[in-house]
Nanobody
Framework: QVQLVESGGGFVQPGGSLRLSCSAS????????MGWYRQAPGKQRELVAT???????KHVESVKDRFTISGDNAKNTVYLQMDSLKNGETDDYYC?????????WGQGTQVTVYS
């Protein structure tokens, strides 16, 4: 059974940093594409960043120069380094993997930015 497990969420003040991790288990193969989404209460889940197996990355405009997605194929793990966090970025962050037949989601990790 394929599972994605996130870790690294927590509390941080504006301007602070957190590093999220997402480990994939139950599969011998790397996902072709993995990424991070976030969702605030009552709002739709939105894409934050993606990374493909070859290492190419994309970040949405609102997080460019502050967030960095990276991956370790050997560990089947993807990371999201979040710097200069803002008050409005208190969200649940979800790891996502594009499988051959279906997409996979982690259970989410909460990030709270407080003053």
């Amino acid at each position: 059974q394929v599972q994605l497990v996130e870790s690294g969420g927590g509390f941080v003040q504006p301007g602070g940093s957190l590093r999220l991790s997402c480990s994939a288990s139950g599969t011998r193969f790397n996902f072709a594409v993995m990424g991070w989404y976030r969702q605030a209460p009552g709002k739709q889940r939105e894409l934050v960043a993606t990374i493909i197996t070859g290492g190419s990355t994309k970040h949405v405009e609102s997080v460019k120069d502050r967030f960095t997605i990276s991956g370790d194929n050997a560990k089947n793990t993807v990371y999201l380094q979040m710097d200069s966090l803002k008050n409005g970025e208190t969200d649940d962050y979800y790891c996502w993997g594009e499988g051959d037949v279906r997409d996979y989601w982690g259970q989410g990790t909460q990030v709270t930015v407080y003053s």
